[in-house]
């Protein structure tokens, strides 16, 4: 069963940049599509980038220009960049192997 595994989150100052990673326990890129989501205290969970099996990307418009998305096929991880962080981007953030397959979120905290 595919696993995935979140880090890089933590407390950044708004207009900050953090790198999360997501670990993937198998060779899925090459296959899948792979999405973040984000949820923020007291809301729903939203979607915010894409990759798919190909390289293409989608994103956002709350996050588009300041987050891009990438994959590492050899090392089998996926990345969001983020930077111009603001404090409405404060939220635990998970990767998404759809349908079914979730990590466990990593917390990301936009704060001064």
């Known amino acids: 069963q595919v696993q995935l595994v979140e880090s890089g989150g933590g407390l950044v100052q708004p207009g900050g940049s953090l790198r999360l990673s997501c670990a993937t326990s198998g060779s899925i890129l090459s296959n899948w599509r792979m999405d973040w989501y984000r949820q923020a205290p007291g809301k729903e969970r939203e979607w915010v980038a894409s990759i798919t099996n190909v390289g293409n990307t989608n994103f956002a418009e709350s996050v588009k220009g300041r987050f891009t998305i990438s994959r590492d096929i050899v090392k089998n991880t996926i990345y969001l960049q983020m930077n111009s962080l603001k404090p409405e981007d404060t939220a635990v953030y998970y990767c998404?192997?759809?349908?079914?397959?979730w990590g466990r979120g990593t917390q990301v905290t936009v704060s001064s």
């Open positions: 998404h192997a759809p349908p079914r397959v």
